[in-house]
């Protein structure tokens, strides 16, 4: 037993389940509203035609009265399995509306079999909700939310790990990669949600391990935060992941997520001393010095890249001597921009930064 969250889809201001229906799939209006499962005369005879349904699925005609209050009559049916996500639903009494254009209603006949549900936004929470889904099938799940991770497919990702996590499959780790899932498909207030569920957990196998995962946790936070525009939830976070910082690469991670932050707060002291930090321990997991950048050995575009915005920030705050020194290092490691600005601004005139 266990919860499970239908996400539903809004369409034309009402909102869609997606069911598959005796194998035909099919999306009905959530209609807490009406008494039964309707469908219309067109998807009915579609059915009936393709196998879908069977004769012996008619149970036979009933009457229902309409908004207007008239009475008109139906056909009674019994759908056999409607499927919605994991859940599935057996013999479901539903009714045939007589117009080939009638809406396609979840109604009470489906909605009673769920149990006890609560509706959080567009979602349907369905309580102590009772699997149908096999172990062979939960094996297949994590490995299709693996591929579609690697793959860079990150919403699909997400949809498969939170399938598993509605139906307990997830430990600390695969809440990790869910929460990751979301982050890298740009739903930051959902990964929120699950990185700080786990935030206080120990997640792995050894120090090292843990470390590292709780490095990225609060990492992963502070740069949700950041995205969302709450920037002091953002510094705590980043702040939080300074004893865990365990090589050189990390930590300039870390100054980065910083600049991002005074960026924003136009904060430009800070932003200058934390790009210095960023690009100096970029340069040292790189196996450079920062003397390495000025002579000219540090041919790196992602040290380049980060040169140029110390750089930049240095001239913007009036230290133009020694930021005019570095935008001429980026520009001669071929990075464009700082070509541009160098050509723009007269800067190092008669050289060619061409490679």
Excluded: W
């Amino acid at each position: 037993m266990g919860q499970v969250r239908i996400k539903m889809q809004k369409d034309g201001g009402v909102y869609k389940i997606p069911c598959v229906v005796n194998g035909l799939r099919l999306k009905f209006v959530f209609d807490t509203g009406a008494s039964n499962v309707c469908i219309s005369l067109s998807e009915a005879n579609l059915m009936l035609e393709n196998g879908y349904l069977d004769k012996k699925d008619i149970v036979g005609k009933c009457k229902s009265q309409i908004a207007d209050g008239s009475i008109i009559n139906n056909t009674k049916i019994i759908l056999r399995e409607i499927k919605i996500n994991d859940l599935i639903l057996k013999d479901v009494e539903a009714i045939v509306i007589n117009e080939l254009k009638a809406p396609l209603l979840l109604g009470q006949s489906a909605i009673e079999k769920l149990g006890k549900i609560q509706i959080e936004g567009d979602e349907i929470i369905v309580l102590n909700a009772k699997s149908n889904i096999s172990s062979s099938e939960i094996d297949e799940m994590f490995t299709q939310a693996l591929t579609y991770f690697n793959d860079k497919m990150y919403t699909a990702a997400a949809d498969t790990y939170q399938r598993l996590y509605d139906i307990h499959e997830l430990s600390n780790i695969g809440i990790l990669k869910l929460a990751h899932s979301y982050n890298c498909a740009g739903n930051y207030s959902k990964a929120l949600q699950y990185y700080l569920e786990i935030k206080d957990e120990f997640v792995g196998n050894s120090k090292e391990e843990v470390d590292f995962n709780k490095c990225t946790i609060y990492m992963s936070l502070g740069s949700c935060y950041l995205e969302l525009n709450e920037l002091d939830q953002a510094e705590l976070y980043i702040q939080k992941s300074k004893p865990y910082l365990n090589n050189d690469l990390i930590k300039s991670t870390f100054y980065s997520n910083l600049v991002d932050i005074y960026e924003k707060r136009k904060d430009c002291y800070r932003l200058k001393i934390n790009l210095y930090l960023a690009l100096e321990y970029l340069a040292k997991s790189k196996g450079y010095l920062l003397v390495d950048i000025h002579s000219g050995k540090a041919k790196d575009i992602d040290i380049s890249r980060k040169l140029f915005l110390y750089a930049y920030y240095l001239i913007d705050c009036g230290e133009r001597k020694e930021g005019g020194g570095m935008m001429i290092c980026s520009a001669k490691y071929g990075f464009e921009s700082a070509i541009e600005y160098c050509e723009d601004n007269n800067l190092n005139k008669g050289t060619s930064f061409a490679n």
